[in-house]
Nanobody
Framework: QVQLVESGGGLVQPGGSLSLSCAAS????????LGWFRQAPGQDREFVAN????????YVADSVKGRFTISRDIAKKTVYLQMNSLKPEDTAVYYC???????????????????WGQGTQVTVSS
């Protein structure tokens, strides 16, 4: 069982930065992939970035590559999403998710993730 709690959303102007945090409560995350997804109004939930807890390798969607960075603090069991050069089209509810490490979770398939946080709103607007 994994419980996830996101924080750090808010309102930011275009070109600004925001950092999201996701604190995980779990006995172990060693066999898990943790990721960030987002969902804009009227759109499907989409993959943003993920990492395998035991690896330094990260995966980032093309739409945010070069602007967003995912990282983790093993001791704190927390995963972060640093978002720079934000655009209005980045506006969405951002979700943290976790799932057993499989080809599907590593590939960022939404339905393959078992555990989800409650989401945090990110609004990019002037």
């Amino acid at each position: 069982q994994v419980q996830l709690v996101e924080s750090g959303g808010g309102l930011v102007q275009p070109g600004g930065s925001l950092s999201l945090s996701c604190a995980a409560s779990a006995r172990t995350l060693s066999n898990h992939v943790l990721g960030w997804f987002r969902q804009a109004p009227g759109q499907d939930r989409e993959f943003v970035a993920n990492l395998r807890w035991t690896s330094v390798i990260t995966y980032v969607a093309d739409s945010v590559k070069g602007r967003f960075t995912i990282s983790r603090d093993i001791a704190k069991k927390t995963v972060y999403l640093q978002m720079n050069s934000l655009k209005p089209e980045d506006t969405a509810v951002y979700y943290c998710a976790a799932g057993r490490a499989t080809d599907q979770t590593i590939a960022g398939k939404v339905d393959s993730y078992t555990y989800w946080g409650q989401g945090t709103q990110v609004t990019v607007s002037s």
